[in-house]
């Protein structure tokens, strides 16, 4: 059984890789130094809290996300399904539209589902 340590560095490892940040990219946005990055991804180090928190708001996601492995705020549990990476993604995606882009991707969306229902 994987401890906490190795289930936080792998889920740091799958965002960065997910969403193609590179770790010194990532060592700079963050504010910390590769080699102290590289504790937290091979040592099996955790961070103190206000690193974690700052990693957390660099990846668009939150601190019990990458301790846990739960995402009450985007209601995804941990998992290494492809769908939870699709919805992950979708939710990014809206938290970053306007109220008007929103309507229109719903609306999309809707035309969308309305013509896999009629080639059914």
Do not use: G, R
């Given at each position: 059984m994987k401890t906490i340590h190795q289930l936080f560095k792998d889920r740091l490892?799958?965002?960065?890789n997910y969403q193609g940040i590179s770790k010194i990219e990532f060592a700079e946005r963050v504010g910390i130094s590769i080699n102290t990055l590289?504790?937290?991804l091979y040592r099996g180090?955790?961070?103190?809290?206000d690193v974690?928190?700052?990693m957390a708001q660099v990846l668009n996601t939150t601190t019990e996300y990458l301790i846990t492995g739960n995402d009450?705020?985007?209601n995804i549990k941990s998992s290494n399904s492809k769908s939870d990476w699709q919805k992950k993604e979708i939710n990014i995606i809206m938290d970053r539209l306007s109220s008007q882009q929103i309507e229109l991707f719903l609306e999309l969306t809707r035309t969308f589902k309305k013509i896999l229902d009629t080639n059914k």
């Open positions: 490892i799958d965002e960065l590289n504790m937290y180090s955790i961070p103190a809290a974690a928190v700052k009450e705020k985007n």
